[in-house]
């Protein structure tokens, strides 16, 4: 008896595709966690020059391009992420943390919305994924919350 299991060959033919987008998740959290480890080692906030903050925020200005935002909810976060990102009112690890939430959501929410339409409701296929998207988009939407000042969403504090 065979034990492999069948795929769609449609999650087959986007297999290099999320394992990109998974590749970028967890350079994301490289770079941030660096800065993190610099923050903590030196006392002080990071330079704007920053090697690993420049590639965050080039990185989320990338990946908000390239996802499909138009037919989302996600405007509004957008627009708060975007606000606080040109303001000089947050240190810049803090907003190092912002860019690596935002990307980090927005590339499990271009996963999940690759996956064909008939296989996105269904739990062996994206499961894990939509676990992992709601808890990335909470770390966004709280990190934008405590950086703004303004509640953007409730909390669900169960």
């Known amino acids: 008896m065979d034990d492999s299991k069948f795929v769609d060959p449609r999650l087959v033919a986007r297999e290099a595709l999320f394992q990109n987008l998974h590749v970028s998740i967890f350079e994301t959290m490289g770079y941030v ?12 906030d990071i330079d704007a020059s920053n090697p690993e903050f420049v590639q965050l925020l080039r990185d989320y200005e ?11 909810d996600l405007k509004q976060l957008f627009e708060k992420t975007d606000g606080i990102l040109r303001s000089n009112s947050s240190a810049l690890a803090n907003r190092a943390q912002l860019c690596a939430a935002a990307t980090s959501a927005l590339n499990h929410w271009r996963i999940l ?7 996105r409701d269904t739990d062996t296929v994206t499961k894990t994924l939509k676990i992992k998207l709601q808890q990335t988009m909470y770390t966004w939407e709280c990190i934008v919350d405590d950086l703004s000042g303004v509640k953007l969403y409730p909390r669900n504090t169960n």
């Open 33 to 44: 966690s660096a800065i993190q480890a610099c923050v903590e080692k030196t006392g002080h």
């Open 62 to 72: 990338v990946t908000k391009n390239l996802s499909n935002i138009e037919q989302s």
């Open 113 to 119: 919305y690759e996956v064909p339409d008939d296989l």
